[in-house]
């Protein structure tokens, strides 16, 4: 079946960098998108963006460019996301989520634990 | 970008009434518009997906309907264990946006 184990939770600066990851196992990575969202404390889910591990072809949200890198290792099956210039505003909970598809569309069907970053000097 | 604005933010309900969410998009969506179940420190569950579709293994006590640009989210008879936040999301243009939510509690 598929899952995806997430990376643990992060305490880090403000300014500074974190990478998170994510590893898929239970389908062919390569031939899936891993997508990322972002879920603020009380707030809603944001999608990130989402990279092809197969050529390591990536799409950002526009308001996550700069802010998110979206990166793959085919060897371990596992997908990261680097968040840089830290500021509160990036504390959150961060998902992986592959998705499903049907006829005409899609949807996210599995998605990973989830990790907690919290941004505090 | 798609706006989903997603109604009421919280509902407090006793077992066995019926809950009804809704969910209006800024943009036409046709019936591309998925449903979520979220529980309290887990990673949402989907719950509904394209052309108002349960999902395998979700109970037919939820349901959805909609199409263009209103959509609703119904659970018949709630029960205790359907307490969590609910969220719909639309994947017809990227990027994928979501509502809100709806915090479900029961009395």
């Known amino acids: 079946q598929v899952q995806l184990q997430q990376s643990g939770a992060e305490l880090v600066k403000p300014g500074s960098s974190v990478k998170i990851s994510c590893k898929a196992s239970?389908?062919?990575?390569?031939?899936?998108?891993m997508h990322w969202i972002k879920q603020q404390p009380g707030n809603g889910l944001e999608w990130i963006g989402w990279?092809?591990?197969?050529?390591?072809?990536?799409k950002y949200n526009q308001k996550f460019n700069g802010k998110a890198t979206l990166t793959a290792d085919k060897s371990s099956s596992t997908a990261y996301m680097q968040l840089s210039s830290l500021t509160s505003e990036d504390s959150a909970v961060y998902f992986c989520?592959?998705?499903?598809?049907?006829?005409?569309?899609?949807?996210?069907?599995?998605w990973g634990q989830g990790t907690l970053v919290t941004v505090s000097s | 970008e798609t706006t989903v604005t997603q109604s009421p933010a919280s509902l407090s309900m006793a077992v066995g009434e019926k809950v009804s969410i809704s969910c209006k998009t800024s943009?036409?969506?046709?019936?591309?518009m998925n449903w979520y179940q979220q529980k309290s420190g887990e990673a949402p569950k989907l719950l509904i997906s394209?052309?108002?579709t349960l999902r395998p293994g979700v109970p037919s006590r939820f349901s959805s309907s909609g199409y263009g640009t209103d959509f609703v989210f119904t659970i018949n008879n709630v029960l205790l264990g359907d307490e969590g936040i609910y969220y719909c999301?639309?994947?017809?243009?990227?990027?994928?946006?979501f509502g809100a939510g709806t915090k479900l509690e029961l009395k």
């Open positions: 989520a592959r998705l499903g598809y049907g006829s005409y569309s899609y949807w996210f069907a599995y």
């Open positions: 239970g389908y062919t990575f390569t031939s899936y998108d």
């Open positions: 990279i092809y591990p197969g050529n390591g072809n990536t």
């Open positions: 943009t036409d969506i046709d019936d591309d």
């Open positions: 394209e052309g108002n």
């Open positions: 999301q639309q994947s017809d243009n990227v990027p994928d946006t």
